[in-house]
């Protein structure tokens, strides 16, 4: 399980330091995509693999169905871990996530996201400003 808020910075070559506490969990392999708001998504493989075959099932006569596939399938790339703890991040996924030099990662149960420090400032604190709301509108479901 991914908990946590964690800050890193990329190098030159776009290699970023995995936390300490999720590399076990990425081990095996991982791979990272094109993720929602911006984001990219890190999955351990086995859960990757459980999401891809969802997305494939998903219906082609329907756009939005196809986009959706297309942004997170086409977008994916294997990943592993390095000697130094790091993965490396392809150049187009870092382009999509606007990832420069200062990343946060997060851990979101079954995934972790890795964003441009400045967009998730931005995000997180338009979230803590509506946290309630939407809590609100969730209702029972948490």
Do not use: C
């Not at 506490?21 to 990757?48: H, I, M, N």
């Not at 596939?69 to 790091?86: E, F, H, P, T, Y």
């Not at 946060?104 to 709301?133: F, H, M, P, Q």
């Amino acid at each position: 399980m991914f908990i946590g808020e964690f800050h890193h910075t990329l190098d030159d070559k776009g290699r970023l330091a995995v936390p300490v506490k999720f590399r076990a969990e990425l081990a095996q392999g991982a791979v990272v995509t094109r993720g929602l708001d911006r984001s990219l998504f890190l999955y351990p493989k086995e859960e990757w693999e459980k999401l891809a075959a969802k997305i494939a099932a998903l219906p082609l006569s329907q756009a939005d169905t196809r986009a959706f596939a297309r942004l997170m399938l086409a977008g994916a790339m294997d990943v592993d871990i390095d000697k130094s703890g790091r993965i490396t991040i392809p150049e187009y996924l870092r382009q999509y996530a606007g990832l420069l030099k200062d990343a946060v990662v997060t851990g979101l149960y079954d995934r972790v996201e890795i964003w441009d420090e400045k967009a998730w400032n931005e995000y997180s604190t338009k979230t803590e400003n509506t946290g309630n709301d939407i809590a609100e509108r969730l209702g029972s479901a948490i």
